[in-house]
Structures are given as structure tokens and as C-alpha cells.
């Protein structure tokens, strides 16, 4: 008898412990979910956008500065409305630099606009063309490129950029890449340049319905790399239609925690 008992106490402990393990497993899964769901809710991703070509054309300006985001307008030296859309855009808060005009591999040098940069140019040349375009952009606080596929090649035109950068004390550069053989980012980490390299172009004469995949595309990147640069137009290349898909993006960008800031904002260590 005394024999059966004990074996009765034992399953008894037998089923507390089971009982105990059991409980601990849900814990372990239910505690494991909630650190996901967490993780996931806590993923966010910085996406600056630069919208290139003020200065120049009209179309798209005005509904691209009624956008409630930290935007970044390039804005073209030397043309007919660089200071009002400079001023303009200051007022308004968005974040103004220079789209520096710099020679392609191809395309109509008129494209460039009156003062661009050209590969024949000698480095005093270079460098005034960049004094005066810093002198002419108000409120500007860095630059990019326009065009320039075959200028962000050559590394004395850079170097000559990059001298009036820091002489400058422009806060920043973005390489527009317009070339996979770009020596820009290069040369400035050389130089003590904070530079930047565009990631995703949005438009490009495109319906609104590719830009708005580009986005998602631009979007992407920023959570996958923590931050991200993409770069649109005002005028031909994007105008009214880039302006509607950002505006449409907004709320899923924000379901999604991507942050749309200034090129200023973003982190200097990741590039």
C-alpha cells in the first residue's frame, strides 16, 4: 500500500511539472510573437527626396511647394527663376541646394543652361563657375548634379568642385550618379566631403504610375539600408505628375514609418 502511494505522489508532481513546462513554452512563444511584432513596429527608414530643375520651368512648381514634407529643391543657377524659387522655397520650408550644371555624354548643351561646367574647362574656370553658382542659389546649403554623366568622370573637375564646397562650407554634395563611372564620391571622401550617393530616379518623362513605383522602390531601399535618396523633377522630366505621387505616397509612407527628410537629416555614417 505504502508503494502506491508513492507512486500516486509522484504522478501528481509528474503533472505539476508537465503543467509548469507547458506554461513556460506559451510564455517563451507568446513573448517571442510580441518581440517581433515589436521589432517589425520599430523598423522605420529615412527617404530623402530631391527634386531637381527649379529655376527653369513652371510646371509642377507651384503643386510640388504645397507638399507638406521635408523636401529638397535643386535649384538651377543662372536662369530666369533661381532666386524667386530659392527664396520662395526657403520661406516655405523645404530645404534648398544647388543643381550644379556640368557637361553629359550626351544631350544638347543647352540642356546644361547658360554657365555649365565643361571637361575643357581649366580648374580656375571650374572654380568660379561654382563661386558664382554658390552666390546666385539664396539659402542653398548644398549641391548635386545636373546631368553631368561625363564631368563626374574626370577627377580634376571635381577636385576643383569640391575646393569651392569646402571653401564654402556647403554642408553637403549629392552625387546624382548620371554615371556608374562617377568619381564624385571618391574624390570627397578623399577631400573631407560629406557626399551622398543617389539611389533611385523617379520620373524621367514616365506616367505618374511608374513614379509611384519608383517611390515604392526608393521606400524600400530606406528600411532595407535605414535611409535613402531619391531624386525627381519639376518641368518636363516629372513636373505636375511627380508632384501628385508624392502626395498620394504620403499615408502609406507613413503606415510604413518611412520618414520623407531633408538630405540635411540623414545619417552621415551610412554612406
Not at 32 to 46: A, E, F, H, L, M
Not at 181 to 189: E, G, H, L, Q, R
Not at 248 to 254: C, G, L, Q, S, T
Request: charged share 30%.
Amino acid at each position: 500500500m505504502k508503494k502506491l502511494y508513492l507512486i500516486k505522489i509522484n504522478r501528481k508532481v509528474l503533472i505539476v511539472i508537465l503543467m509548469i513546462i507547458l506554461h513556460l513554452i506559451a510564455y517563451m512563444i507568446l513573448y517571442n510573437v510580441n518581440t517581433i511584432r515589436c521589432s517589425i513596429q520599430n523598423t522605420s527608414g529615412k527617404l530623402a527626396i530631391i527634386i531637381d530643375d527649379f529655376g527653369q520651368t513652371r510646371e509642377g512648381v507651384e503643386e510640388m511647394m504645397t507638399i507638406d514634407e521635408h523636401l529638397t529643391f535643386a535649384v538651377m543657377p543662372f536662369m530666369e527663376f533661381t532666386k524667386e524659387d530659392a527664396i520662395k522655397a526657403k520661406d516655405l520650408g523645404y530645404e534648398v541646394i544647388i543643381h550644379l550644371p556640368m557637361e553629359a555624354k550626351g544631350g544638347s548643351l543647352s540642356w546644361l543652361g547658360p554657365r555649365p561646367i565643361l571637361c575643357n574647362m581649366k580648374k580656375n574656370e571650374v572654380r568660379k563657375v561654382v563661386e558664382d553658382a554658390v552666390a546666385d542659389v539664396p539659402y542653398a546649403i548644398g549641391a548635386n548634379i545636373h546631368m553631368g554623366s561625363k564631368a563626374c568622370c574626370q577627377e580634376e573637375i571635381m577636385e576643383s568642385i569640391f575646393e569651392v564646397v569646402k571653401e564654402k562650407r556647403l554642408y553637403y554634395f549629392v552625387d546624382s550618379r548620371t554615371s556608374n563611372k562617377t568619381v564624385a564620391k571618391k574624390k570627397a571622401d578623399e577631400m573631407g566631403v560629406l557626399c551622398y550617393d543617389n539611389n533611385v530616379f523617379l520620373d524621367g518623362q514616365k506616367p505618374k504610375s511608374h513614379m509611384i513605383k519608383r517611390l515604392r522602390k526608393a521606400g524600400d531601399l530606406a528600411l532595407k539600408k535605414g535611409q535613402a535618396i531619391a531624386i525627381g523633377h519639376v518641368g518636363i522630366e516629372g513636373g505636375v505628375a511627380m508632384a501628385e505621387a508624392i502626395e498620394e505616397m504620403r499615408e502609406e509612407f507613413a503606415e510604413r514609418r518611412i520618414e520623407l527628410v531633408f538630405v540635411s537629416e540623414l545619417d552621415d555614417d551610412v554612406y
